[in-house]
């Protein structure tokens, strides 16, 4: 079931929080609704635990902490890397752990490939590498993947005088102790209900922060909370989630997108395709960071194209840079790169959306669709309102302009060159926009989207 539609929630003022542990922030002072940064910077905006993340992470004025992943490689030197195996972002296949900190190195991230637009190829980081380089710049947050990782992140930070400068979150409470103890602000990660140990046993091992999967139940979230515990969720991609969070008293919001998540600082009227580079609130229908494709989130082709890969199923992304008010003419200009295989198929906008969760069968909001057949159609919630014949599309590399007129009673559709129709429907009139393509599931079409405006 989707959850209702709640309003924006103001800024709050930047209230200090303090761990009641003598000298466990190392004086350093988080506001009362702050922002982490997963994977440095937030992974849908630079290649995860990279060099290239860390910098965008520490000029993001929203990331209020730098969140990165820790192993412990064969020779006992710590490697930053979130997966067990390097099989998702390198050329190669196997463990992280399997390979001495000098293999390691030479390992390929091949992020022009697997996140795309004009991200560089690049090499993994050491731990001793992002202590040396980052940690006096902005607070960074170390997450070890086991306690044999924990062990030298604190013995690291420790030696290196950092405790101050770097905090520590993990899923085995006596880790988060023992950084305690050293003197590292420890943040107790609950992933699954399995893992939910009880508010009274974190704060009675002097643990005041939690991190929650935000995926678990709001009265299992509202339980640390209504502890006095600092809460914190985990992975949090939508506003329209976001929102629900601070509802229940959530402070902190551990995100891939930090820029988009904080909401107030980015905004355009027209696409940013032509920079290459993926804006923030970009995200596919099943995007997460785990899992980042191209074919998910669409790739950047020359020379201001964005593209829908030739592929099967229905796939929309959120366009984030945009936001849609009660009165606005959206235009959008649509090639058709490659036919799918039935007339049916279709290019896509979804627009006024009151969610702005990853795109899903039950979306609220209105969709139109320029089918294979030449066929404009508006509908809602998967109910025809209008439809209006226009020329087929019957040859790859065929371009239509779309125009959108949203009023606040009336909605208007049109191809450019062919008669338009006006409904009048008054249900949604939400601020996301989404761009996509409609078959049923087979393979195609390859769509590719410019010129996308909102006046």
Request: glycine share 8%; aromatic share 8%; hydrophobic share 40%.
């Amino acid at each position: 079931m989707r959850r209702p539609l709640v309003a924006a929630v103001t800024a709050a003022a930047l209230v200090p929080i303090w761990s009641p542990a003598a000298g466990a922030d190392g004086g350093f002072r988080l506001p009362q609704r702050f922002f982490i940064a997963h994977r440095a910077s937030g992974s849908f905006l630079a290649p995860e635990n990279t060099a290239a993340a860390f910098e965008s992470g520490i000029r993001d004025p929203d990331a209020d902490l730098l969140e990165f992943d820790v192993q412990v490689l064969r020779d006992g030197v710590g490697g930053v890397w979130h997966d067990l195996s390097v099989n998702r972002i390198t050329p190669e296949t196997g463990r992280a752990d399997a390979r001495t900190s000098k293999q390691f190195k030479r390992l390929r991230i091949d992020a022009h490939t697997w996140f795309g637009g004009t991200a560089r190829d690049t090499h993994p980081l050491l731990l001793d590498e992002v202590l040396a380089s980052y940690a006096k710049r902005k607070q960074l947050l170390a997450h070890p993947k086991d306690s044999r990782a924990a062990r030298l992140v604190i013995r690291h930070v420790v030696a290196r005088h950092l405790t101050g400068h770097v905090q520590m979150q993990t899923n085995t409470l006596s880790d988060a102790v023992a950084a305690r103890r050293a003197g590292i602000t420890a943040q107790f990660l609950i992933g699954t209900e399995r893992e939910a140990v009880s508010p009274k046993t974190i704060r009675r091992a002097g643990i005041q922060r939690v991190s929650i999967n935000s995926q678990l139940p709001d009265s299992l979230i509202a339980k640390y909370v209504r502890a006095g515990l600092v809460v914190a969720c985990f992975n949090v991609e939508s506003q329209t989630r976001r929102d629900d969070l601070y509802r229940l008293g959530v402070r902190g919001i551990d995100t891939d997108d930090p820029v988009y998540l904080h909401g107030t600082r980015y905004r355009r009227t027209s696409d940013p395709f032509a920079t290459g580079t993926y804006a923030p609130g970009h995200m596919g229908a099943t995007q997460t960071a785990a899992a980042m494709t191209q074919y998910q989130r669409g790739r950047f082709t020359a020379p201001d194209w964005w593209t829908i890969p030739y592929g099967r199923a229905d796939l929309y992304t959120r366009q984030g840079w945009a936001r849609l008010d009660r009165s606005y003419t959206l235009r959008a200009t649509v090639r058709f790169d490659r036919l799918g295989a039935h007339r049916s198929d279709a290019a896509a906008v979804h627009f006024s959306s009151p969610t702005d969760d990853p795109f899903g069968a039950r979306t609220p909001g209105y969709d139109l669709s320029l089918r294979e057949d030449g066929r404009l159609v508006l509908t809602k919630d998967h109910r025809q309102l209008a439809s209006v014949r226009t020329p087929a599309i019957t040859r790859a590399g065929t371009t239509a302009t779309l125009t959108v007129t949203v009023a606040p009673w009336t909605i208007t559709v049109q191809r450019a060159g062919t008669r338009g129709v006006t409904v009048s429907d008054t249900s949604y009139r939400g601020h996301y926009l989404y761009l996509g393509r409609i078959n049923a599931g087979h393979d195609g079409p390859q769509l590719s989207f410019h010129d996308v405006s909102v006046e």
